[in-house]
């Protein structure tokens, strides 16, 4: 019984910021890998960052150098600040949270990220 809150989603134009939060409950182990996947209308969901429970990050190659991921433990929550954005960035964002004991993966329910050109 998992449960991931977005927070942080709006409109933004081209070249600004915005940060998301995601705060996760309903877990009394270990996240061991935490991040965020997006997904635009008629496409398919794509990886945008995760960051691990030692502080490893991983970025899809198109968020490289713009976004930036990050995780405080003691809140079971992780942050994506976002930089540069550009219309290519407009997609749902979804919280995605791994654990070594079930249920494995959660998702979160999305929060609108529009980057209006």
């Known amino acids: 019984q998992v449960q991931l809150v977005e927070s942080g989603g709006g409109l933004v134009q081209a070249g600004g910021s915005l940060s998301l939060s995601c705060a996760a409950s309903?877990?009394?182990?270990?996240?061991?890998?935490m991040g965020w996947y997006r997904q635009a209308p008629g496409k398919e969901r794509e990886l945008v960052a995760t960051?691990?429970?030692?502080?490893?990050?991983n970025y899809g190659d198109s968020v490289k150098g713009r976004f930036t991921i990050s995780r405080d433990n003691a809140k079971n929550t992780v942050y994506l600040q976002m930089g540069s954005l550009m219309p290519e960035d407009t997609a749902v964002y979804y919280c995605?949270?791994?654990?070594?004991?079930?249920?494995?993966?959660?998702w979160g329910q999305g929060t609108q990220v529009t980057v209006s050109s």
């Open positions: 995605y949270v791994y654990t070594y004991r079930s249920p494995f993966v959660s």
């Open positions: 309903g877990i009394t182990f270990t996240i061991n890998l």
């Open positions: 960051v691990s429970s030692g502080g490893s990050t």
